[in-house]
């Protein structure tokens, strides 16, 4: 992330100015810091969710300490040089690309079904203890399992999806609006950058920055798009 800030703000206020070339580069180090903790709390939570099962202690304790593993997982590999980070780096794009072929071809082939909601999500199983009583307290029901609706492909799904509606945060149980779905989305896309932090690895880094840059632009927001459309052509409101 240093070599982040340094580079970036090095290549803009030579082409901008100082003052211009530094705030961009502090606003695109401090990005890549918060982008590093949802990257890894992102992953730990797909992790559980989809390799768990229940057959690991899973508090927001454990998955603090889970995080703090895979965050010296990498500093072991950033500690191992450029070259072991730009292999591993090369192996994990084509890990994703595969896992992001599949996930497409799932959403073709898979018709509609009932995807249980996960158990962490407490405000879903919080009811009235006397269901007759609105006025009652709350308690969560977890005896039950609650399901939403897995459409498959359909566009009417997609038209109901097509406006927007923030509804609350499970995690924190406040009500999302732009600003927080721009501040989650602006440090998902800092990662099409990690090209040119990298410039002192690259033969000509004159031709390959421009290049590399701009088509990690145009893949980025192809795949983002296509995975936005895909969602909402497929998964219920609820869901």
Known sequence: MLAALSTFADMISRSLGPEF???IGVL???ANVFSCALYISG???????????GQFPDSPTWRFFYCVLVSIALLILSLLGATIFAKTALFTF???????????????????????????NTPAYRVHENASDPNSPM??????????????????????NMFT??????????????????????SGVTGLMAGANMSG?????SVSIPRGTVQAVLTTLFVYIMTAFLMAATSSRHL
Do not use: H
């Open 94 to 120: 084509i890990l994703i690309s595969i896992c992001y072929s599949t996930w497409i071809f799932s959403v073709i082939v898979d018709g509609p079904m009932q995807v249980p909601i996960p158990k962490v």
């Open 21 to 23: 070339g530094g705030a």
């Open 201 to 205: 690895e690259l033969a000509r880094p």
């Open 43 to 53: 992953f730990t939570e797909a992790l559980l969710n989809n390799l768990g099962n």
């Open 139 to 160: 308690i969560v029901m977890l005896n039950q399992t609650l399901t939403s609706n897995y459409t498959g492909f359909s566009f009417r799904t997609l038209g109901d």
């Open 28 to 30: 695109f180090f401090v």
């Open 165 to 186: 509606n923030y509804t609350m945060d499970y995690t924190t149980e406040r009500q999302t609006d732009f600003a927080l779905m721009f501040a989650i989305i602006f």
